[in-house]
């Protein structure tokens, strides 16, 4: 080969690589360089392996742009990452579609586009109407005095197993002592209550080895996936190489879920009656009996609505009591002031209730406030545009997937000053009152989580009783650090023994 043809070779290489690199949709946001295979997605695990979330914020800088675009594979993607752009994402139709062809999804419905999470069209619209309509009727995004009582029977028995110590053999491997093992011992409570607006029923004491079952087979799916959507959404082969990319975890815990699903739905339905109105469950499975039913209504849509609806309560409201917890033992004036407050206005002669809550403001700042620091699900679940269109002066191509980066958007300095730190009065106006939240923990718009109501509630719930009972103590040795967290679909912190003193 002579020496001029081995130059204009590697020319063209060096060229075609350039272009690869740095090559987009014209009009399109300013991007992060592309490589082969995995795309940008290099990029950001190199800027920050574990949370790759993290690494957005220096090409945000470095590219002087608060919407950037990027490769994950061969798929182009769109990065939002200030409040403007997030919420007009988040508010106008034309975003309102999902990812719903990726295998990995579809593998854990039955290998179809199931559930309300990942799936877009009139099926979501119809899906989503019939769940919100009927689950309000069960305290579901609305209030609603019996499951308020519920959920307050609940507290009372969680509270009376902290007191008083465990009884039976998996109530030991959480409860020793003085030491709790969070956030496990909030599993039993946080199933209960939502398996009761679902099913119309509750576990009792002797059965809470199930609630931690369910609860802990929801977080092992919230960890085996990536709020990126991960390798397996790039490069769809790798979910055959068994746990290394978390598909082997992703399909454990989904089947698990399923089955267990599967077997109460068969008794629901060996037990209902048409005047049966114990929870959704049958209100579902009448409007599947009904002859002019839509196609979308079958048992296999049942059963992962179901578990859709489920998933936040049992592993995000777990996962935010805990890293409330860990904030305040960290924040030891924060934490005496909040239990000075409840005790101001609630005492000790009875327990916190939901009346109670428009009378702490400073305990609602503290839950506003961990819910941004610790942004839950940092770059949400990723939107879709099925048209062309435009956004922030740049064009979007049809078909899109688009990330708000909620992350960024509650750390941005120029919204919140110093959003590095912990600081519950951000969200008080000067009177001590609450002032305007502009934290986005649960979305905006049509996708906004539907359980949103419900989650603060339980979370209040649980954070004002146990402070109103307890002392925190971290325990040495134990993974106590505010940086002690897990990487997933949402960021949870590592169980961890806390010890609990009656006060």
């Known amino acids: 080969m002579s020496p001029l043809l081995l130059v204009i070779i590697t020319l063209l290489v060096a060229y075609k690589l350039y272009r690869f690199a740095y090559d987009k949709p014209p009009n399109t946001p300013p991007g992060i360089i592309r490589i082969p295979i995995g795309g940008s997605y290099w990029m950001l695990l190199w800027g920050n392996y574990k949370f790759p979330h993290l690494a957005v914020d220096y090409y945000v800088k470095k590219l002087k742009s608060k919407i950037i675009s990027c490769y994950f594979g061969d798929v182009f993607i769109i990065i939002v990452n200030d409040y403007e752009s997030i919420k007009e994402v988040l508010s106008r139709e034309e975003f309102d579609n999902r990812v719903t062809n990726a295998d990995f999804i579809k593998d854990r419905a039955f290998g179809k586009e199931l559930g309300i999470f990942f799936i877009d069209g009139p099926q979501w619209h119809e899906q989503r109407r019939f769940a919100l309509r009927h689950m309000r009727d069960f305290g579901f995004g609305r209030r609603q005095e019996k499951l308020e009582r519920d959920i307050m029977d609940e507290m009372t ?7 008083n ?32 607006i679902m099913f119309g029923h509750r576990f009792d004491r002797s059965e809470h080895d199930m609630c931690r079952l369910i609860c802990r087979t929801a977080m092992l799916f919230q960890r085996a996936n990536d709020t990126t959507g991960g390798a397996i959404f790039q490069r769809p082969f790798l979910k055959y190489f068994g746990n290394m990319f978390g598909y082997k975890n992703h399909m454990k815990s989904s089947n698990i879920l399923t089955a267990i699903v599967k077997k109460y739905l068969k008794h ?41 609806m489920m998933f936040p309560a049992l592993s ?14 960290h924040h030891p004036r ?8 409840i005790d101001a206005v609630v005492g000790t002669g009875r327990l916190v209730t939901w009346e109670d809550r428009k009378d702490l403001p400073y305990l609602e700042a503290i839950i506003r406030e961990t819910l941004r620091i610790e942004t839950l699900t940092p770059l949400s679940v990723a939107h ?12 979007i191509p049809a078909n899109t997937p688009i990330f708000t980066n909620l992350a960024a958007m509650h750390h941005d300095p120029d919204m919140w000053g110093d959003p590095e730190v912990f600081r519950p009065e951000r969200f008080l106006r000067e009177d001590g009152q609450l002032a305007k939240d502009l934290s986005l923990p649960f979305g905006f718009g049509h996708r906004l989580c539907a359980g949103e109501t419900f989650a603060r509630y339980a979370m209040y719930s649980a954070v004002a009783l146990l402070l109103q ?28 023994w806390i010890r609990l003193e009656s006060r």
């Open 165 to 196: 110590g465990p009884i039976y053999d998996q109530e030991k491997e959480i409860l020793k002592g003085n030491l709790a093992l969070f956030p496990d011992i909030l599993y039993a409570s946080s199933c209960n209550n939502i398996w009761n």
């Open 384 to 395: 879709k545009n099925v048209t062309k269109t435009t956004l922030g002066g740049y064009e």
């Open 316 to 329: 995000a409201v777990p996962t935010v009591v805990t890293h409330i917890l860990k904030y305040l033992m």
């Open 469 to 496: 009972n307890f002392n925190f103590f971290f325990v040495e040795g134990e993974p106590s650090r505010i940086e002690d967290k897990l990487s997933g679909l949402i960021v949870t912190p590592k169980e961890l």
């Open 268 to 308: 629901q339905k060996s037990t209902i009656n048409e005047n049966d109105d114990r929870g959704f469950i049958d209100r579902y499975l009448k409007k599947m009996n009904q002859d002019d039913k839509p196609d979308s209504f079958t048992e296999e849509q049942l059963i992962i609505l179901t578990i859709d």
């Open 334 to 341: 924060i934490m005496e002031k909040a239990r000075k407050e």
């Open 157 to 163: 028995l969680f509270l009376d197993i902290l007191k």
